[in-house]
């Protein structure tokens, strides 16, 4: 059974730096792609970032473009985050994407080929 948590989330000042973790259980992750995705109050999940199955493609949307940087190792997916702004202020979350493509991976949230979400960890920017 595959599993997904996510940890790392917390408290930060605006300009701050905070590095999230995913560790994945139950499925390698030459196996599938990872995405991170955020949740504000009020508003819709959007996505952040992904990796591909090879970890040769990494994708980013434009809010999070040269502050946030998606690494991996054997089993953990790592999301450091950089410059944070009140905005960024939302539920983070990883997910796994099964992908036929080893370079593919998306930030669409409503892509169906996500299979596993993990439960989240708050991240907070504030002074």
């Known amino acids: 059974q595959s599993h997904l948590v996510e940890s790392g989330g917390g408290l930060v000042q605006p300009g701050g730096s905070l590095r999230l973790r995913c560790a994945v259980s139950?499925?390698?992750?030459?196996?599938?792609?990872v995405g991170w995705f955020r949740q504000a109050p009020g508003k819709e999940r959007e996505g952040v970032s992904c990796?591909?199955?090879?970890?040769?493609t990494r994708n980013y949307a434009d809010s999070v473009k040269d502050r946030f940087t998606i690494t991996r190792d054997k089993d953990t997916v790592y999301l450091r985050m950089y410059s944070l702004k009140p905005e960024d202020t939302a539920v983070f979350y990883c997910?796994?994407?099964?992908?036929?493509?080893?370079?593919?991976?998306?930030?669409?949230?409503?892509?169906?080929?996500?299979?596993?979400w993990g439960p989240g960890t708050r991240v907070t920017v504030s002074s």
């Open positions: 997910a796994a994407h099964r992908s036929p493509l080893q370079d593919f991976c998306t930030v669409d949230p409503s892509d169906g080929r996500y299979f596993s």
């Open positions: 139950g499925f390698t992750l030459d196996s599938v792609a």
């Open positions: 990796i591909s199955r090879s970890g040769l």
